[in-house]
């Protein structure tokens, strides 16, 4: 590792430290370029986000950013489990950019999964050096100081606490990987059965602020002197700012500044109310570039390429075997099946507020990467990255759609101008109209199997767009590079966890006129739709059981799928006589390879109200330890829910190039009263690590969904969202 640009000593002041304590520290990267902060976390990171205070808190830096998922709680007990505390007695900072060196950003179900190893290992180890001060202040062996809440017991029965160890003469005293034990005890492994914070359903210490409206999100944070700013959105994605004019709205009442800047696509005002500040925007008259070849549907570029035949594509994800071979096959199936763009549709609308002075650069907004908002914001200012400090502030859902937080951008340009702090919150229409979307995904699926319902053959081909390397924030010089890059996004769990004999599974990612990246599961849930929905086919057809063709067929290194599978089988009574119009589905998946996930989705088809209803849901998941059950439930139950919303209701519309859906009125997400019950069992096989909880049921939700209509129906679910009328007609 690179030395750490932020000294020590730097380091402890922006933390806020004043007089004593302790703090482990380690050495890391902090040098990125202008684009989401990917390195992944090493074991010695930890140092720089665990602290002792003088009074024997522990104070804990945490490293993802918090919207819901828990992730920042869990970790939390972690740092608990190691130091013998109390989750409550571990204060949860989420920190400033300029306090700690910078950190992945928060994404993919990594929070536990890649975390876990460096918040323990640094956690530990500040507790074996608090044990050496021990051995030294009484002169005994640190082999026989016994752990105990908040200290030790020593030699004569005596309790030591945390807080007698700090240093009294305001010495910092630093712990480094080389001092003592290089791997220490990690009791958040050791303990396995005898845990004492991790296993708990520690809750959300903010819960009680956010139901009375006391917990600060960004539209919430304010200064003296701040104005309300705000800028005009480009017709459609691509829109360049030619000029504008803005003599009317500059002698508008508590205008207090007109920003027309080009160069930053940006035509803004800055006023004393939001109510000025809205009006005198509408009184600008912009001049817009328009891009060429602006169709009504953006995903027609990924249409027109499935129209080819043949289709050239562009990546090879598996090549294994002759998928031409049909010797020996008994059964063959094949089937076409078609997603649509889908919004991150979070309830919080995102806000920044920035106050741009000559010394600094202070910031603060909601985001799932920090550090890349800081690095973004000081290039568009042309400022040091030093000088830009981001204060990141919790998010009312994110869903992979807060890596970018374009409202402080825009905030920190108007503040530039208008030499004040200024604060810039989105609306509804501006959060679907101007983020990212999940792309569309179109995919083509023959298979087949022999007499003994082994898989002979499996040809998977789909295209959809870029995700990591969609978002409008990559530079356009560097498209055409990544543009011959296969999307690892794109093609999340495309890969099945089933043999075949001979497979071939092959992708194109299309760049889109607007702007796509990740939404929750990336591709996994388009994915796992096409693959369950066929391996349901092949089972039906070969006269198997699904759950017994699934098992019988996956690969020997996803084992462990078959225990998820069977135990959501059992819980949702699978096998069971259902009423006519309904039916039972299941489907499967390995999210990142890692972790288990299985869906027992009921369905009832209501001919009268033409509509389809998912009463209830099963769900069993295999994430390995589980460091706090509550929240894993939380987000199984919030996946499948969400599942449910992408097999009926969410869809994008388009019209002229731009989206035409705007709001909850015309994208649906699931509502209470057509929300499922969703019963769930987590299994945790012994001496497993944790890996990913927060996206991995919504993978196989929709596929179970649809499968679950063709046993009640005999229809094939073959596109996202089904509606009633598509698949049964209108009359």
Same mark, same amino acid.
């Given at each position: ?14 933390? &806020? ?5 302790? !703090? ?33 808190? =522990? ?44 950190? $992945? ?51 004569? &029965? ?12 305001? $010495? ?21 059965? @005898? ?25 919430? =944070? ?26 009317? =709205? ?115 907004? &909601? ?43 825009? =905030? ?21 109209? &101007? ?66 004999? %001979? ?46 063709? @699934?098992? $019988? ?40 390879? $890692? ?65 035409? !859906?705007? %709001? ?68």
């Amino acid at each position: 590792m690179t030395s750490l640009d932020l000294t020590r000593r730097r380091f402890l002041i922006n933390t &806020g430290w004043t007089a004593v304590g302790i !703090t482990a520290l380690s050495a890391c990267s902090s040098i990125m370029p202008v684009l989401p902060t990917q390195n992944e976390p090493e074991l010695g990171d930890g140092y720089a986000w665990v602290q002792l205070l003088p009074g024997g808190q =522990a104070r804990f830096f945490a490293p993802r950013m918090e919207m819901g998922q828990g992730a920042s709680i869990g970790l939390t007990q972690v740092v608990a489990e190691e130091m013998n505390l109390a989750a409550s007695s571990v204060a949860c900072i989420a920190p400033a950019t300029s306090q700690v060196p910078a950190f $992945k950003m928060t994404a993919g179900s990594e929070g536990i999964d890649e975390f876990f190893g460096p918040v323990s290992h640094a956690a530990a180890n500040l507790r074996e050096h608090l044990r050496r001060l021990a051995a030294l202040k009484f002169n005994i062996n640190s082999a026989g100081i016994a752990d105990e809440t908040g200290g030790f017991r020593v030699k004569g &029965g005596k309790f030591v606490s945390y807080g007698e160890l700090a240093p009294v003469d305001g $010495k910092i005293i630093s712990v480094s990987e080389n001092e003592g034990e290089d791997q220490p005890r990690r009791y958040a492994l050791e303990r396995r059965g @005898r845990h004492k914070s991790i296993g708990s359903t520690e809750p959300d210490p903010n819960l009680a602020h956010m139901v009375t409206g006391k917990a600060q999100f960004s539209r919430d =944070a304010s200064l003296p002197g701040m104005a309300f700013g705000g800028s005009l959105m480009p017709p459609v994605s691509g829109a360049e700012l030619k000029n504008a004019d803005a003599a009317a =709205a500059g002698s508008m009442p508590g205008v207090i500044k007109v920003v027309i800047e080009p160069s930053h696509n940006l035509a803004g005002i800055v006023a004393k109310t939001p109510h000025q500040m809205r009006a005198a925007l509408g009184a600008i008259k912009p001049e817009w570039h328009l891009p060429e070849n602006i169709t009504d549907n953006p995903g027609d570029r990924i249409r027109d390429f499935w129209r080819q035949i043949p289709r050239d594509f562009e990546h090879d994800l598996i090549s294994d075997g002759d998928v031409d071979d049909l010797s020996d096959t008994a059964i063959t199936v094949s089937g076409q099946f078609e997603t649509s763009f889908q919004s991150h549709a979070a309830m919080e609308p995102r806000a920044g507020l920035a106050w741009v002075r000559d010394e600094k650069v202070e910031v603060w907004c &909601g985001t799932q990467a920090p550090f890349f908002i800081q690095r973004r914001i000081a290039q568009i200012l042309g400022r040091d990255e030093d000088d830009v400090i981001l204060h990141p502030m919790r998010m009312g859902g994110g869903f992979g759609g807060r890596v970018l937080c374009q409202p402080a951008e825009t =905030a920190a340009l108007l503040s530039r101008a208008a030499k004040r702090p200024v604060k810039v919150q989105w609306t509804r229409e501006d959060e679907f109209r &101007g983020n990212y979307f999940q792309p569309p995904y179109f995919h083509k699926i023959d298979a087949a199997v022999f007499e003994d319902g082994s898989i002979s053959r499996w040809r998977h081909d789909f295209a959809s767009a870029p995700i990591f390397f969609g978002i409008d924030a990559i530079p356009k010089i560097a498209r055409p590079i990544l543009d011959r890059l296969a999307d690892e996004g794109t093609a999340r769990g495309a890969t099945p966890p089933y043999r075949a004999a %001979n497979k071939l599974v092959r992708y194109s990612d299309i760049r889109l006129p607007v702007s796509t990246g990740a939404w929750r599961g990336l591709g996994a849930a388009p994915n796992s739709f096409a693959i369950e929905s066929i391996m349901d086919q092949l089972a039906r057809n070969a006269g198997i059981d699904p759950i017994q063709f @699934r098992i $019988k067929n996956l690969e020997t290194q996803h084992i462990r799928l078959a225990q998820v599978m069977r135990k959501a089988g059992d819980m949702a009574g699978w096998g069971r006589r259902m009423p006519t119009g309904s039916g039972l589905g299941m489907a499967a998946a390995v999210y990142k390879e $890692k972790t288990y996930v299985a869906v027992v989705a009921e369905v009832t088809i209501n001919h009268s109200g033409k509509t389809i209803e998912v009463p209830r849901v099963w769900c069993a998941q295999d994430c390995g330890l589980i460091v706090n059950p509550g929240f894993v439930e939380q987000q199984i139950i919030g996946n499948v829910v969400w599942g449910v919303g992408l097999a009926l209701t969410e869809e994008v519309l388009f019209s002229g190039g731009a989206a035409e !859906t705007d %709001n909850f009125d015309g994208y649906e997400i699931v509502r209470q009263e057509n929300a499922p019950y969703v019963k769930t069992a987590l299994i945790e096989p012994e001496g497993a690590p944790p890996v990913g909880a927060g996206e991995p049921a919504i993978a196989p939700t929709p596929a179970a969904i649809a499968n679950a209509i063709f046993a009640a129906s005999a229809k094939r679910v073959r596109k996202l969202p089904v509606r009633y009328d598509a698949l049964f007609g209108s009359t």
